[in-house]
């Protein structure tokens, strides 16, 4: 079974490039389109085409459309993110959970990963005796 690349294959190269040149291709005809005169593209024998107006709404639909559609996106972001105090943050399904029953002193104590509040309480006492 091949392994997956995020190398271009010969195939999507050509996609690539073919989009590559449709995107001037595109680009250029708008271009043309927008600048150029009617009565110069009526003699040139294209009759059917949109109204100017296009020409600048479009684009201008496209940017508001982004700069409503980006906050929009970086809220309902922002209201997905769990909570700093929230233990999926610093929790997954590998985790170990400190053990309830009491070690004896003499024992080697388990590994277990420990809480945000037992780090913050650690800095907390570190700082204390380091500025005090």
């Known amino acids: 079974m091949p392994e997956h690349s995020p190398s271009p294959t010969p195939e999507r190269a050509i996609y690539?490039?073919?989009?590559?040149?449709?995107?001037?291709?595109?680009?250029?005809?708008?271009?043309?389109?927008?600048?150029?005169?009617?009565?110069?593209?009526?003699?040139?024998?294209?009759?059917?085409?949109?109204?100017?107006?296009?020409?600048?709404?479009?684009?201008?639909?496209?940017?508001?459309?982004?700069?409503?559609?980006?906050?929009?996106?970086?809220?309902?972001?922002?209201?997905?993110?769990?909570?700093?105090?929230?233990?999926?943050?610093t929790t997954d399904s590998y985790s170990r959970r400190r053990p309830s029953e009491d070690i004896p002193e003499d024992a080697i104590p388990p590994l277990y990963d420990l809480t945000t509040d037992e780090i913050n309480q650690m800095l907390q006492t570190t700082n204390d005796k380091k500025y005090h």
């Open 16 to 89: 690539g490039f073919v989009l590559y040149l449709l995107s001037y291709v595109v680009f250029f005809t708008y271009v043309i389109w927008a600048y150029v005169p009617d009565e110069w593209l009526y003699a040139i024998g294209l009759t059917y085409l949109p109204q100017k107006y296009w020409a600048i709404a479009l684009p201008t639909f496209a940017c508001v459309t982004f700069l409503l559609a980006f906050p929009f996106y970086m809220g309902l972001i922002l209201i997905q993110t769990p909570s700093l105090s929230s233990h999926s943050v």
